[in-house]
């Protein structure tokens, strides 16, 4: 049993060389500390701070992960005190107001969510936290890619599969939570991708292989049986990293457009590629990239490996290199015939085959983000003084948390009601009923984190310029939101699409 001190024992420890302080508490001997902390030693030697009990100043200047980093600090507790605040552990739930989706709490029911997405979500939540939320921050700041022992564990549990969502690939798999993969649906999916939002490092989540979400189903889908099954098992077993090459500096939302040429070799049994692609998730370190390619009479879809002639470069973007954006270059590069993904000259039909499936899972990722935002608000705003009481007395601020409230509640209930609809339909039915209605939930969603990120940063202050310390993650959300609305179909593109659709189903209606 650790030692347990009043606080009267501590205060007699309150000078340089000799200082203890409490927190929550804990009794923290920081003598052979003060000069290592990073504010500088005369923070520790305060009046308020040394020989004190200072909880409440520290959660004013620091996140709760400090105290996990200085545990080795401790030399006991105080005698008696019972804490009044609450320590997450690995795969809990969130006990803050609207810091979960209404389906994760029991008081209220869900018609779309069954005790087994809750069990999935469980190990889900687990993983997450035991696994990748402690090194995103680190790979986020270095900009170094998914390690490869990560992505075995990613393996492991299947989760590259079941990233994609539900089919033939996870049949006679069990998955966490007891799921067997037939049972898999996209309320399963919608897990992974709220999860992986959490990590609060835009950049470290799309490193988290999501090239592979977007450049691996032409693949699965289009591939002669042979180059999907050796493939499948690379990218699967997390061996190999693929990506999806479509944008060019000519051609982003206007697929149409593509410049990078695939020409036949009169034999027949080759392509040689020319061209470039730009802003290429995953590109810097991809070994295949699904590439959309300008052919003889349209446009084709070819699977090329990074081989001679493939050269990629690193494209300095706002969030963190550990995402891998590329401008990649294809100089003569030669490509088997067999690598075609669909046939020759019908590339369109490849390249758009996926887009509802790649918006909706935006759409997870970008209302979850919101939410995790208004968490860190919530907390922020309870846990912060200002003139003498917590920041959360002041209507204004009351205000600006009411309307992340409900803009993260209304797209979240969006969101669910598309889902359940998916779940219902086949991927032509999604193709013809989804796509505008997805188009839509993407702008709108994207739209609700730009009203959020602006709250949000009004609400944290200065700490949300900083990309360490308390204001971390809003830092990270408020300079990188701005993805959502341009990848995978930029807003004004999805909104007009939305309506487009709908006015296909239009009567002669009138006034």
């Not at 030693?41 to 004190?52: E, H, I, M, N, T």
Request: proline share 5%; aromatic share 8%.
């Amino acid at each position: 049993m650790p030692p347990t001190f009043t606080l009267e024992e501590v205060a007699k420890h309150n000078k340089s060389g000799d200082l203890w302080v409490v927190v929550d508490g804990d009794v923290y001997d920081l003598s052979t500390f003060e000069d290592m902390h990073p504010g500088g030693g005369v923070v520790l030697r305060d009046l308020d701070v040394a020989g004190k009990d200072c909880t409440e100043v520290f959660y004013q200047l620091h996140r709760q992960s400090v105290l996990n980093k200085y545990k080795r600090l401790i030399i006991g507790h105080i005698g008696g005190y019972k804490s009044t605040i609450v320590h997450p552990v690995p795969g809990s739930l969130s006990k803050v107001p609207y810091a979960e989706p209404s389906w994760l709490t029991s008081s209220h029911p869900s018609p779309y969510f069954n005790d087994g997405h809750k069990k999935f979500h469980a190990e889900m939540r687990k993983f997450f936290d035991e696994e990748i939320i402690p090194t995103a921050a680190e790979a986020e700041e270095s900009g170094k890619r998914i390690t490869d022992e990560l992505m075995q564990k990613m393996a492991s549990i299947h989760m590259h599969r079941m990233r994609l969502g539900p089919g033939p690939h996870l049949h006679g798999l069990s998955l966490p939570g007891g799921i067997p993969g037939e049972a898999f649906d996209y309320f399963h999916e919608m897990i992974l991708h709220s999860e992986t939002a959490r990590t609060g490092t835009r950049g470290y989540a799309d490193g988290l292989v999501s090239g592979m979400l977007i450049g691996l189903p032409p693949v699965l889908n289009f591939a002669q049986p042979s180059l999907k099954a050796r493939l499948a098992d690379e990218i699967f077993t997390g061996k190999k990293f693929i990506c999806l090459a479509i944008s060019e500096a000519f051609a982003g939302s206007d697929v149409a457009g593509l410049r990078c040429t695939a020409t036949k070799t009169p034999d027949g049994k080759h392509f040689i590629v020319n061209g470039t692609k730009k802003w290429i998730t995953n590109g810097t370190f991809a070994d295949y990239f699904s590439t959309g390619v300008r052919t003889s009479a349209g446009l084709s879809m070819l699977l090329i490996p990074r081989g001679d002639g493939v050269e990629t470069r690193p494209i300095k973007t706002s969030y963190s290199p550990t995402a891998g954006t590329a401008y990649v270059v294809f100089d003569n590069v030669k490509v088997p015939a067999e690598n075609l993904l669909g046939q020759e000259n019908k590339g369109l039909q490849v390249i758009l085959s996926n887009f509802n499936h790649e918006r909706w899972m935006m759409c997870c990722g970008a209302i979850r983000g919101g939410r995790a935002a208004l968490e860190e608000c919530l907390k922020w705003a309870s846990q912060r003084k200002v003139f003498g009481k917590p920041l959360i007395e002041q209507a204004v601020i009351r205000n600006k948390l009411a309307q992340m409230i409900s803009l993260c509640e209304a797209h979240q209930a969006w969101l669910e009601q598309i889902t359940h609809q998916m779940t219902r339909m086949s991927y032509k039915e999604q193709a013809t009923h989804l796509a505008g209605p997805i188009g839509l939930l993407k702008a709108s969603a994207t739209r609700m984190n730009h009203k959020i990120a602006d709250h949000a940063v009004q609400i944290m202050g200065g700490r949300s310029l900083t990309k360490t310390g308390m204001g971390s993650f809003i830092e990270n959300f408020a300079r990188t939101h701005k993805y959502d609305a341009i990848l995978g179909g930029a807003e004004e593109v999805l909104m007009d699409l939305g309506v487009r659709q709908a006015m296909k189903m239009m009567p002669r209606a009138m006034m």
